[in-house]
């Protein structure tokens, strides 16, 4: 099992910024992509960005004002929210996908945090 705590959300102006954390912790051997989705209020949750083996892919709503990023050899991943927007309020969720247990041969389930709330003001 995998457990995934986020940190670093909160309420900010628009044209603020903001840094998100999330530490995965938990018997397993490796987790290859990791990243974050938002829900904003009465929306389905969606993509914000994800990173696998140096590689990031974002939703185009966030490109060129966010960043996510995931230190060499550890299992955290982190999101710099910059130029944020009223529209980018929302609880942001930390996910690992593509887990391997214990034995490092076998793949297990997605995992979901908790979430963190992001509130921009106009």
């Known amino acids: 099992q995998v457990q995934l705590v986020e940190s670093g959300g909160g309420l900010v102006q628009a044209g603020g910024s903001l840094r998100l954390s999330c530490a995965a912790s938990g018997t397993f051997f490796s987790i290859d992509v990791m990243g974050w989705y938002r829900q904003p209020p009465g929306k389905q949750r969606e993509l914000v960005a994800v990173?696998?083996?140096?590689?990031?892919n974002y939703a185009d709503s966030v490109k060129g004002r966010f960043t996510v990023s995931r230190e060499k050899g550890k299992n955290t991943v982190y999101l710099q929210m910059n130029s944020l927007k009223p529209e980018d309020t929302a609880v942001y969720y930390c996910?690992?996908?593509?887990?391997?247990?214990?034995?490092?041969?076998?793949?297990?389930?997605?995992?979901w945090g908790q979430g963190t709330q992001v509130t921009v003001s106009s």
């Open positions: 990173i696998s083996s140096g590689s990031t």
């Open positions: 996910h690992a996908d593509r887990v391997r247990d214990w034995s490092g041969r076998n793949y297990v389930s997605s995992f």
